[in-house]
């Protein structure tokens, strides 16, 4: 058993609903904007994680200075290692 509707149902839905038939209308521009956004909100998410754990302590970086410039001094300390 499919947890799907039916096709003839489905075929109604598409018929009937206008904001379906225009998001398929969109094609393939579309999708790749939408993956586009995952991506960049995966890239923010994950930017914003590593801040968090920076201020926190879970790396060893910048631990030596005044928590005030502790964040500018840890990234100091990246961009000499890279």
């Known amino acids: 058993m499919s947890c799907y509707p039916p096709r003839a149902m489905s075929w109604r839905i598409r018929e ?33 994680a590593f801040l968090q754990n920076l201020r926190r302590g879970h790396y060893e970086l910048g631990v030596d200075t005044d928590p005030k410039r502790q964040l500018l001094a840890a990234f100091t300390e990246l961009a000499l290692a890279i």
Do not use: E
């Open 16 to 48: 009937q609903s206008p904001r379906i038939r225009s998001w398929m209308a969109q094609g393939q521009s579309a999708a790749d904007a939408r993956t586009q956004t995952a991506a960049l909100r995966r890239v923010i998410s994950t930017g914003h």
